[in-house]
C-alpha cells in the first residue's frame, strides 16, 4: 500500500513531532516530564544559564536533555531513512549519550517503546491520511429506497 516514498514524506514529520516531545516540551518516552536533577549546583548553573557551551533559555528552562545542543542536532532532518515498509530515526552520532541518559532514568526511546503515545497517535494519522490519498478517501455511497 504505502512505499518508500510515502514514508519519506511521513519521516520528517514524525521526526520533528519527537523533537518537540522530547527536547521542548520536556517529556520522555513515558510522557512524563524528566525527572528533577539530582546534582542541585548543576540545576542552578542550568537555570542560570552558566553551563559550558549551553545554547539558549530553551536548555535553561527544562530538565530536558538539551544543554549544548548537540544531542537535538544530531536528530537533524538528514536522521531518517525510508524504506518500502516504514521508516527509521535515530540518533546518528549520539548512542553513548543517549546510552548514558537511559542510565540516569531519562529514557529517550527504549526497546519496548520506540515513541511516545502522542508520536505515535500522531504517526497513525499521518499513515492514514497517506492511504487515504491513494485510495481516494472514504467512497462510501448510501443509497436511499424509497416505497
Same mark, same amino acid.
Given at each position: ?32 516530564? @524528566?525527572? %528533577? =536533577?539530582?546534582? *542541585? ?5 542550568? +537555570?542560570? #544559564? ?24 544530531? @536528530?537533524? %532532518? =538528514?536522521?531518517? *531513512? ?5 521508516? +527509521?530515526? #535515530? ?57
Amino acid at each position: 500500500m504505502l512505499d518508500k516514498k510515502d514514508f519519506a514524506k511521513i519521516a520528517p514529520e514524525v521526526r520533528d513531532e519527537y523533537r518537540s516531545h522530547v527536547f521542548f516540551k520536556g517529556k520522555d518516552v513515558n510522557d512524563k516530564s @524528566f525527572p %528533577k =536533577y539530582k546534582n *542541585k549546583k548543576y540545576e542552578q548553573l542550568k +537555570s542560570a #544559564g552558566a553551563l559550558p557551551r549551553q545554547q539558549g533559555s530553551v536548555s535553561a528552562a527544562l530538565t530536558a536533555p538539551v544543554v549544548s545542543t548537540d544531542l537535538l542536532r544530531d @536528530f537533524n %532532518k =538528514y536522521d531518517f *531513512k525510508a524504506r518500502n515498509n516504514g521508516f +527509521s530515526i #535515530g540518533f546518528i552520532k549520539s548512542g553513548k549519550i543517549v546510552e548514558s541518559l537511559v542510565k540516569r532514568g531519562r529514557l529517550l526511546t527504549t526497546k519496548e517503546k520506540a515513541l511516545p503515545n502522542s508520536v505515535a497517535k500522531f504517526l497513525d494519522q499521518e499513515i492514514k491520511k497517506a492511504i487515504d490519498r491513494k485510495l481516494g478517501g472514504d467512497t462510501t455511497t448510501i443509497h436511499k429506497i424509497k416505497k
